[in-house]
């Protein structure tokens, strides 16, 4: 316990990178998922390719492989940009490509007898998509939209291995020093889990509130 | 920043030989998690209120925590309470901790998906209660659950990369290897995304072949 108390004012910072950068990568990651699904959803069709490929690659390569090939590569690409900077754009690309599923899916869950008769009574396309197409499919993408989020909390703690100071990265310091692995990775694990776990509660109220009965 | 041929060949080479470890750990890694998940749901579906209690704490705890941190705990942890386990060991019981947890979770849905009018039906014709739910809920569920099991067990077989940490020496762990002896890191890193883009495209099709396979002919 007294390795927690005498480092308290590193893992408070270490809680603060991991609440920023989350925070940060779920905002780009929103982004990234809103402009993909609405190009996959209506765009030309070689440009849904592209955004077809870049979901198929990140589907199938770790989210650690590409914090690795950022930190390792970028430099020799002659490219300098902080750390921070890089994982925070890794996480948020990452992630946009399941924002890209969560927000396509919804809007496909919305019947396409909603469009037709939104074109029955005279409404025009972007009125249809607005009032009646996006107002219902925001109902059914909150409960993946917070799942996400959940995922990128969870992943942040892998910066800590390209040295990020994460709270992950912090604990390990402190292991490193007090040997005292339970308590200090039980602590770190127990940040994870009050912000996950309140995520997902809200996650549960979300849900509660916009599911009605037909 | 150029591509050089012949390195990218002894790339292949030295991630090749990592490819043997990340399946030793993926293949038991996907198979235990979707055993460990039977008990979990069974518990978690139980009438008693204790056994469902554990369950869901057991199942927030595994889920609203990085695996990364697990395998630290299990890893660092083991070693400090004097049993120290191998990376091997430790990496995996922290990957069939968690999906287990996810998997039990699918069970649950796919379970819950199937009517309830079906058990009732099994009833009136006058089936055994887990006669009704083994050769009429059960094989039902399964055909549900093919599709988000192949979603997680990709996500698994990518986890399998954080093994890297805690020194397993399977393919993320020797790229970084080479990545820090050589200067030729865009080779080492193409190579390594491809070969885990091939292991899992395979597992989906193996996934998707499964579930053809069980699809009922009309």
Redesign the interface.
């Known amino acids: 316990m007294n390795s927690l108390l005498a480092s308290w004012p590193l893992l408070i910072k270490g809680i603060g990178m991991t609440v920023f950068l989350a925070a940060v990568a779920t905002v780009l990651a929103t982004a990234l998922g809103l402009v993909l699904a609405g190009i996959q959803l209506f765009a030309w069709r070689p440009l849904r390719w592209l955004v077809e490929l870049y979901l ?2 990140i ?7 590409m914090l ?2 950022m930190y ?2 970028l430099p ?3 490219i300098q940009i902080d750390p921070i900077t890089g994982g925070i754009a890794v996480i948020g690309t990452y992630f946009g490509a399941f924002m890209t599923e969560v927000f396509r899916g919804a809007v496909l869950s919305v019947p396409k007898g909603q469009w037709e008769a939104g074109r029955a009574i005279g409404m025009r396309t972007p009125g249809i998509l607005r009032d009646v197409v996006i107002a219902q499919a925001l109902r059914v993408a909150g409960p993946p939209y917070i799942n996400t989020l ?1 995922m990128v909390v ?2 942040t ?2 910066v ?2 390209i040295g990020l100071a994460d709270i ?1 990265f912090v ?2 310091q402190i ?1 490193e020093r007090t ?4 308590i200090v ?2 602590f ?2 127990l940040v ?2 009050v912000i ?2 309140a995520l ?1 509660r809200l996650g549960r109220r979300i849900e509660a509130r916009t599911s009605y009965v037909h | ?1 150029s591509f050089d041929v012949g390195f990218l060949l002894r790339t292949v080479d030295a991630i090749g030989e990592g490819l043997r470890m990340t399946v030793v750990v993926a293949v038991p890694a996907l198979l235990l998690s979707a055993v460990w998940g039977v008990p979990l749901v069974m518990a978690l579906m139980s009438k008693g209120k204790l056994p469902s209690l554990l369950a869901r704490a057991y199942i ?2 595994v ?8 395998m ?2 299990i890893y ?2 083991s ?3 004097g049993f120290p386990l191998p990376g091997y060991v430790a990496g995996l019981l922290a990957l069939v901790l968690q999906n287990g947890g996810y998997i039990a979770e699918i069970y649950r849905g796919g379970i819950q998906s199937i009517s309830q009018r079906q058990t009732e039906a099994g009833l009136a014709l006058g089936f055994m209660p887990r006669a009704t739910f083994g050769l009429i809920v059960l094989p039902q569920a399964v055909r549900k659950v093919i599709p988000p099991l192949s979603n997680q067990g ?1 996500l698994i077989i ?2 399998t ?2 093994v ?2 805690i020194s397993v020496a399977e393919m ?1 762990f020797q ?2 290897l080479m ?1 820090d002896r050589t ?1 030729a ?2 080779e ?2 193409f190579v ?2 491809l070969f ?2 091939a ?3 395979v597992f989906s099709l193996l996934m998707r072949l499964v579930e053809v396979r069980l699809r009922v002919r009309q």
């Open positions: 198929y690659v589907r199938g390569v770790p989210l650690l492989v690795f090939a390792y590569a020799y690409a002659g959940i969870k992943a703690s892998l800590s291995v992950t604990g390990r292991v040997l005292e692995p339970f990775f039980g770190v694990a994870y889990f996950c776990y997902s | 920043m927030e705890v889920r609203n925590t990085p695996v990364l941190v697990q630290f705990f660092f942890g070693g400090m309470a990709v990518k986890d990369s954080l890297a940490t993320t790229a970084r990545a200067a890191v865009f080492i890193f390594l995304a885990y883009l292991l899992t495209t």
